[in-house]
């Protein structure tokens, strides 16, 4: 790394550090100089101000550049098989990053979701990988669109990873919850006509 990438990386990372912290109005650009151990006039040759920094640390520290090797590396005999490997690991995925749930609820609330469409853009094709996993493997699928399938098992991954941090420690058996959740996602909540 040349020292300007160095410096960069010094900068994300304090940016991380205080944000997950403090949250974005909790931070001042001064604060993320000191932390950088860098003069707040040289701190903006690498940014052009603190909302710009937000958003490379979103980017950065965001999971999906690990979806991707999840989702072509999940193994399964038919399609219940590949969707339940893929959401066991997504799960652990995303709970690795336990600043993670800070960022996103600072983009949630201090900026009304305002970087939302923008990020999706960025991380939406390496979802494209899920769908034609799902094509290729053995078993039917009902006829949607590919965005409504994968934005479908991005909400049960998200909506379990934040149930799982309200319940932890409570009586409830998580995995079995999860589990229940991709069953629901896979089949629906109603039973067969026959049963």
């Not at 991005?154 to 959740?181: K, Y």
């Amino acid at each position: 790394m040349t020292k300007g990438e160095e410096s960069l990386e010094a900068v994300v990372t304090a940016g991380y550090n205080l944000f997950v912290k403090h949250g974005y109005h909790g931070t001042s650009m001064r604060q993320i100089a000191r932390e950088a151990q860098l003069s707040p006039a040289s701190l903006y040759n690498h940014v052009a101000g603190k909302e710009e920094l937000f958003l490379e640390v979103l980017r950065r520290h965001h999971p999906y550049h690990q979806f991707v090797p999840v989702l072509t590396s999940a193994q399964g005999a038919n399609n219940e098989d590949l969707v339940q490997d893929i959401a066991q690991k997504m799960l652990a995925v995303v709970k690795s990053r336990p600043g993670l749930i800070n960022l996103l609820f600072i983009e949630l609330v201090e900026f009304e979701a305002r970087h939302t469409a923008e990020l999706f853009r960025d991380i939406f094709p390496h979802f494209a990988g899920f769908g034609q996993r799902l094509e290729q493997s053995q078993g039917r699928l009902r006829p949607m669109e590919e965005t409504s399938r994968a934005l479908a098992f991005a909400g049960l991954i998200i909506s379990q990873w934040i149930l799982q941090m309200l319940v932890h420690g409570e009586a409830f058996d998580t995995s079995t919850l999860f589990n229940d959740a991709v069953d629901i996602f896979l089949h629906g909540i109603l039973a067969d006509a026959e049963a």
